[in-house]
């Protein structure tokens, strides 16, 4: 494991910073792109000086939200090998000199995450990051407001975009709502801007949008970590309401598009709510939460190559947890008793997993598991709320989505509507796109940010017909 290669490493050396030879080129910045989940990537800037026999070193991560100069508290330059350490972020770095291409090869870990990290003196700029074809620009032809509106229940503040098109008028309007994790307005996942290309495709074909940056997220207030997919759903009504003050909105036609999670949040929403005109879920869960973490883990077990036999006694060996997580117990009592279960998990252990990472880190790598956000997920049971929700909906997936299966959702989505008389119902699956509607070669959730494409045209075209239809 790369932090036991660290450990071997560092417990070599005497002082935080030694350098076996000079070498004026190493002084400066150096730059390269760190490739994260979903294939996000990220701008690293490792700034190194002269310090006697050695350098001194800094670090910036100019994508991150508050970015911030760290200082490396381990630099050695042995060899044509770079070796660099922030215990603090949990970064560590190893490159050898590539005379060829003037840069060093290495492999670097934030954290949880460890991938291939280049390191030369040529800038990156953000937008040599990624090409994304799909991405609108400006001047735009049709109009977009700078908005904000208030969630006095909660003090939350929210801000986003209002767009529609040019010409005056009153129009039906879909408010965006995002998936898991903090998002912004765009909801920007690996270079893609999933809602501003919809938002660009619905003002050219006579429909507005409003999509807004999450609570603690952008420009919004509160905090998001706190929250819950309830408190996300009244976000989501107070936007409604900000909508009924606009002269320029057709008020009978407001309805709410939810992507991933932001479809269980358009469901909370919409249930018994006269104002909702329509529903769109676009890879929403129609299974219960608990159930989507068993149907997940197994679809990605087999991608990983497990058995049948050894995904079933994975999910056996797991299910007291998830169980635990999913009972009633309220948070501060759950945490020490999952924190608990995971210590016994991890001691019951095969020796070759336990050399994949220490108890603590397993412990610590779950504690996502453990916000609001997560919890109000498991515990999720999307029925209750469908069954309340009598305006028109609609549900599409891709046929290649490994995170919620397009066939048992969208079955368990009609199912769940239909039973209680609500057949007003439109049910798609696309062909070949995964959870991001992107058409797919892997369809595995790294190739996300390595797809051109953000969202296949298919799908915006299919949604605004249906809207207008109505």
């Given at each position: 494991m790369f932090k036991g290669f660290w450990v071997l490493i560092l417990g070599c050396l005497v002082g935080s910073t030694t350098m076996a030879q000079d070498n004026p080129a190493m002084t400066g910045k150096w730059y390269g792109v760190f490739k994260l989940y979903y294939g996000e990537k990220k701008r690293v800037i490792v700034d190194l000086q002269p310090d006697g026999a050695g350098y001194t070193g800094h670090l910036q991560l100019p994508d991150l939200p508050e970015s911030e100069t760290l200082d490396i508290e381990t630099v050695v330059y042995r060899k044509d090998t770079l070796l660099l350490r922030i215990s603090e972020v949990g970064f560590a770095y190893s490159g050898v000199w590539d005379a060829v291409n003037r840069q060093f090869?290495?492999?670097?870990?934030?954290?949880?995450?460890?991938?291939?990290?280049?390191?030369?003196?040529?800038?990156?700029?953000?937008?040599?990051?990624?090409?994304?074809?799909?991405?609108?620009?400006?001047?735009?032809?049709?109009?977009?407001?700078?908005?904000?509106?208030?969630?006095?229940?909660?003090?939350?503040?929210?801000?986003?975009?209002?767009?529609?098109?040019?010409?005056?008028?009153?129009?039906?309007?879909?408010?965006?709502?995002?998936?898991?994790?903090?998002?912004?307005?765009?909801?920007?996942?690996?270079?893609?801007?999933?809602?501003?290309?919809?938002?660009?495709?619905?003002?050219?074909?006579?429909?507005?949008?409003?999509?807004?940056?999450?609570?603690?997220v952008g420009n919004s207030t509160g905090v998001y970590d706190s929250s819950s997919i309830y408190d996300f759903a009244h976000d989501a009504i107070t936007a409604m309401g900000y909508l009924k003050t606009r002269t320029d909105v057709d008020v009978a036609n407001i309805g709410l598009l939810g992507h991933s999670e932001g479809a269980m949040i358009a469901e909370i929403a919409a249930a018994n709510n006269p104002l909702v005109a329509f529903v769109i879920s676009m890879a929403g869960p129609g299974l219960p939460g608990r159930e989507l973490v068993d149907r997940q883990l197994a679809i990605k077990s087999k991608l990983a190559g497990d058995s049948d036999s050894a995904i079933i006694a994975s999910q056996k060996r797991l299910k007291p947890y998830w169980d635990l997580l999913a009972s009633d117990r309220d948070l501060a009592s759950l945490k020490p008793a999952a924190e608990a279960m995971l210590r016994k998990l991890y001691q019951s252990s095969s020796e070759e997993e336990k050399k994949q990472l220490t108890e603590d880190e397993m412990v610590q790598s779950t504690a996502m598991t453990l916000t609001p956000e997560a919890i109000s997920i498991l515990r999720f049971k999307p029925a209750e709320y469908l069954k309340q929700i009598k305006c028109p909906v609609m549900a599409i997936n891709g046929t290649e989505d490994i995170q919620v299966d397009a066939t048992a959702n969208l079955n368990a989505i009609s199912r769940s509507l239909n039973e209680y008389g609500n057949l007003l119902t439109t049910i798609r699956k696309f062909d070949g796109l995964n959870h991001l509607f992107q058409r797919c070669k892997t369809c595995r959730e790294s190739e996300y940010g390595e797809l051109e494409q953000t969202i296949d045209p298919l799908v915006p075209a299919f949604i605004t017909h249906w809207i207008l239809q109505l």
């Open positions: 090869k290495g492999i670097a870990s934030f954290g949880n995450d460890k991938g291939a990290l280049d390191l030369g003196k040529k800038e990156v700029t953000k937008e040599e990051l990624y090409n994304r074809p799909q991405e609108p620009k400006p001047p735009f032809p049709y109009l977009t407001q700078e908005v904000r509106f208030n969630n006095i229940k909660d003090k939350v503040s929210l801000s986003g975009t209002f767009t529609r098109p040019a010409a005056p008028g009153k129009y039906p309007v879909v408010v965006m709502l995002s998936g898991s994790g903090p998002q912004n307005r765009d909801e920007e996942i690996a270079g893609h801007k999933l809602f501003l290309v919809l938002a660009d495709y619905f003002a050219r074909n006579g429909i507005a949008s409003l999509r807004y940056d999450d609570r603690g």
